[in-house]
């Protein structure tokens, strides 16, 4: 095993050479490419980067699906409109629609509520327990490796979260070679301060998204509250706002072509170290049949809208998170097959492979990465069917709620370390908030025509791969299926809040004796949920054991070439660093990196979604912009590009300068770079980031809040 360890040495001393335009950094690495930092223009001192339970770092945070930043020592935080849409959408109603009119709280006591599933963390320790997780698994193999992490993860979660208010989870670094402790303080009261228009928050919509040049306000203040001894709290009129250990300071200036920039965030997921097996599966099958099956739900959802404007205002933000991920999952496949990225990474695979054939003990790594690449090939036999069958409970409401009930009835008898992640004592209060806000997202014609839309594409799947119970509870035909949905939906009392409350609380018997219509269908498709998730448990475990064969080949690989080596994003706190800087998208197309106010008014249309609000075409005809023009061009700036390396989860990640100061907030990539959670293109990739200037003005001069421009440390000008 020594090659394995002398490997990732050679490979992570690399790492700390590499370019400034590609990596997610671990904060811990960042000291060990402070000449990087300060050649590419960072003028602060890249130590203070490393812990990022210290200053600046400790000022990011996730919040939602995202990520944010505090801006104030009174817990305001600021982030996308998007990573806030669910909020904003929670609040909304026919007769107060802030999804389209905005909100700008009067004083504090005005400040909305959050869904009661609306979480922010601020992240407070950052572990290494690699020896820990992996002392009992050693020598184990399939379920019994997962079971062996899984328990010793769980062991860990359960220690550090004897204090009140503190959240952890473990971390997976380069697939199952090192682990790593997550410690984070959970704030429970999230509160709407600002927020603007959906036509200046989303303009554009989905015919600008992952597009440049863009014209969003893509921005959203909030607030966090505890209670009045400062611990997290459940909301209450009675709670005060939190008081962060340190927030951002807003740049007065702007950003120009070249200038440094670096993000810090909380990016999801990125597969750049994935095999060449699983690159061709995402290419030929995975990301065309999720396009297929998602936009076949966003069709429903826009069909109930038209014809019923409340159901379209429940199930809004589902509705933005289906079109966003379908666009996002379009331009991943054309950029994919655009770079021949299924060829290049089964060439480089090879010649990987060829060169580990050579090296002492290279041989030894071999057997590994072949079970690897067999174990992959094993889950094409029922991709599709667990594809469908996780989106039943992904894409409801009612349903979701009724499984997660039942399942807590087995495993609330367990002991709380056996019990399922998901479903342990830890989890119960998120289930209980997610239960909670169901009434606001759900409408039961648009919920079964969902279900209908997923179950007609399964009942047209081979014999091999169905589910009985599946096919006891939602038939075989679609005849049989329309009846059985009627049937469920007519008959279940799931609908009624405080029944969904009473038996989110009642002894596991009573939920298992229930005789509710959709506890029972619930009940029946039990089985068919525990074999998929034993079958991916094997899998899993398997692939835990048996990946860091591969990586440590690939590492190494990668050092040879002299590339860059980082941990794939795995919604960990990640930092990346590089320039404003303009995009040759093909021949002779070249972008400018910043947009201007004339561009909403050349892009409006008046009907959505260039339907830019009047009060914004008024401001920017008096052309009142003193203090917030770009110095070169003298104009009012919108957003700006960079070439920083980020993904889905940096959405509302905080765009700083080289002092440190707050000049943007990331919102999106760019068409031609939506590939680069699986590969890296520079010539390509880069960065959308809504600039703090127009943010400011818009408070300033068009939709005013002086109060919390005094409070942000930019006073009106």
């Known amino acids: 095993m020594r090659i394995r360890s002398m490997m990732l040495g050679a490979a992570m001393a690399l790492a700390l050479d590499a370019k400034a335009d590609e990596g997610m950094w671990l904060p811990s690495q960042l000291p060990g490419i402070a000449k990087n930092l300060k050649d590419a223009g960072f003028r602060g001192d890249p130590e203070d980067l490393a812990d990022l339970t210290r200053a600046p770092l400790n000022a990011v945070v996730k919040v939602g699906g995202g990520t944010g930043s505090f801006v104030s020592a009174d817990g305001l935080v600021v982030?996308?409109?998007?990573?806030?849409?669910?909020?904003?959408?929670?609040?909304?109603?026919?007769?107060?629609?802030?999804?389209?009119?905005?909100?700008?709280?009067?004083?504090?006591?005005?400040?909305?509520?959050?869904?009661?599933?609306?979480?922010?963390?601020?992240?407070?320790?950052?572990?290494?327990?690699?020896?820990?997780?992996?002392?009992?698994?050693?020598?184990?193999?399939?379920?019994?490796?997962?079971?062996?992490?899984?328990?010793?993860?769980?062991?860990?979660?359960?220690?550090?979260?004897?204090?009140?208010?503190?959240?952890?989870?473990?971390?997976?670094?380069?697939?199952g070679r090192d682990f790593y402790l997550v410690k984070q303080l959970e704030l429970r009261d999230i509160r709407l301060v600002y927020a603007p228009p959906r036509a200046i928050g989303n303009y554009g919509d989905e015919i600008d998204n992952f597009v440049w040049p863009r014209h969003a306000g893509d921005f959203t203040i909030l607030r966090a509250y505890v209670g009045r001894d400062g611990k997290p709290a459940d909301y209450s009129p009675d709670n005060v706002p939190y008081h962060p250990p340190s927030h951002l300071k807003l740049a007065t200036d702007g950003v120009a072509e070249g200038d440094f920039v670096m993000l810090a965030g909380y990016p999801g997921i990125t597969y750049r170290h994935r095999t060449a097996a699983e690159f061709a599966d995402q290419v030929e099958w995975r990301l065309p049949t999720s396009v297929a099956v998602l936009k076949a739900l966003q069709d429903v959802i826009e069909a109930q809208g038209k014809a019923d404007k409340e159901a379209g205002i429940r199930y809004a933000s589902q509705l933005q998170t289906l079109k966003n991920g379908i666009k996002r999952f379009s331009g991943e496949l054309e950029g994919l097959q655009r770079s021949d990225a299924v060829a290049v990474r089964r060439d480089d695979e090879a010649a990987m492979l060829s060169w580990l054939a050579g090296q002492p003990d290279g041989k030894a790594l071999k057997p590994e990465i072949d079970q690897v690449t067999a174990l992959i090939a094993q889950g094409k036999d029922v991709r599709e069917r667990d594809l469908l069958v996780g989106l039943l409970s992904a894409q409801t409401?009612?349903?979701?709620?009724?499984?997660?009930?039942?399942?807590?009835?087995?495993?609330?008898?367990?002991?709380?370390?056996?019990?399922?992640?998901?479903?342990?004592?830890?989890?119960?209060?998120?289930?209980?908030?997610?239960?909670?806000?169901?009434?606001?997202?759900?409408?039961?014609?648009?919920?079964?025509?969902?279900?209908?839309?997923?179950?007609?594409r399964y009942?047209?799947?081979?014999?091999?791969?169905?589910?009985?119970?599946?096919?006891?509870?939602?038939?075989?035909?679609?005849?049989?299926?329309?009846?059985?949905?009627?049937?469920?939906?007519?008959?279940?009392?799931?609908?009624?809040?405080?029944?969904?409350?009473?038996?989110?609380?009642?002894?596991?018997?009573?939920?298992?004796?229930?005789?509710?219509?959709?506890?029972?269908?619930?009940?029946?498709?039990?089985?068919?949920?525990?074999?998929i998730e034993d079958e991916r448990k094997v899998r899993e475990g398997d692939l835990l054991r048996l990946r860091p064969a591969y990586m440590q080949a690939l590492i190494a690989y990668r050092e040879k070439q002299g590339k860059a080596v980082y941990p794939d994003a795995n919604a960990t706190l990640r930092v990346s660093y590089g320039k404003v800087t303009p995009l040759m998208a093909r021949d002779a197309v070249t972008y400018a990196p910043l947009t201007t106010v004339a561009g909403i008014v050349e892009k409006n249309t008046g009907k959505?979604?260039?339907?830019?609000?009047?009060?914004?075409?008024?401001?920017?005809?008096?052309?009142?912009?003193?203090?917030?023009?770009?110095?070169?061009?003298?104009?009012?700036?919108?957003?700006?590009?960079?070439?920083?390396?980020?993904?889905?989860?940096?959405?509302g990640s905080p765009v700083l300068n080289a002092k440190g100061e707050l000049v943007g907030l990331n919102f999106d990539s760019n068409w031609e770079a939506v590939s680069a959670s699986w590969m890296y293109d520079p010539r390509y990739k880069r960065a959308i980031h809504v600039d703090m200037r127009y943010m400011r003005w818009l408070i300033d001069k068009v939709y005013p809040s002086p109060a919390l421009l005094r409070e942000l440390g930019v006073p009106a000008r």
């Open 79 to 175: 982030t996308n409109h998007h990573v806030a849409f669910g909020v904003i959408q929670y609040n909304s109603k026919p007769e107060r629609d802030l999804i389209a009119d905005g909100y700008v709280a009067p004083d504090r006591a005005g400040e909305l509520p959050a869904n009661p599933d609306y979480r922010l963390r601020v992240t407070v320790g950052f572990d290494k327990v690699t020896d820990r997780i992996l002392a009992q698994a050693r020598g184990k193999t399939g379920r019994a490796y997962y079971d062996a992490v899984d328990a010793a993860s769980k062991a860990l979660v359960a220690e550090c979260e004897t204090e009140e208010g503190i959240k952890c989870s473990v971390a997976n670094m380069f697939y």
């Open 397 to 456: 409401q009612l349903m979701r709620g009724a499984l997660a009930v039942d399942r807590l009835s087995v495993e609330r008898p367990k002991a709380d370390a056996a019990r399922e992640t998901g479903y342990q004592k830890r989890d119960e209060d998120l289930i209980q908030s997610q239960l909670k806000q169901v009434q606001r997202r759900y409408d039961p014609r648009v919920e079964k025509a969902l279900v209908t839309s997923l179950m007609l």
């Open 459 to 531: 009942q047209r799947l081979p014999d091999a791969q169905r589910l009985p119970e599946v096919d006891k509870v939602f038939g075989r035909t679609p005849a049989e299926l329309a009846q059985a949905l009627d049937r469920i939906y007519a008959a279940t009392k799931f609908g009624d809040e405080a029944e969904r409350l009473r038996l989110f609380t009642a002894a596991p018997a009573e939920v298992e004796n229930s005789g509710d219509a959709l506890l029972v269908a619930a009940r029946i498709l039990r089985p068919a949920l525990l074999r």
């Open 608 to 651: 959505e979604p260039f339907d830019a609000p009047k009060p914004l075409l008024d401001a920017i005809r008096k052309g009142d912009f003193a203090g917030y023009t770009d110095p070169k061009s003298g104009a009012m700036p919108v957003d700006f590009l960079s070439n920083l390396d980020t993904t889905g989860g940096n959405s």
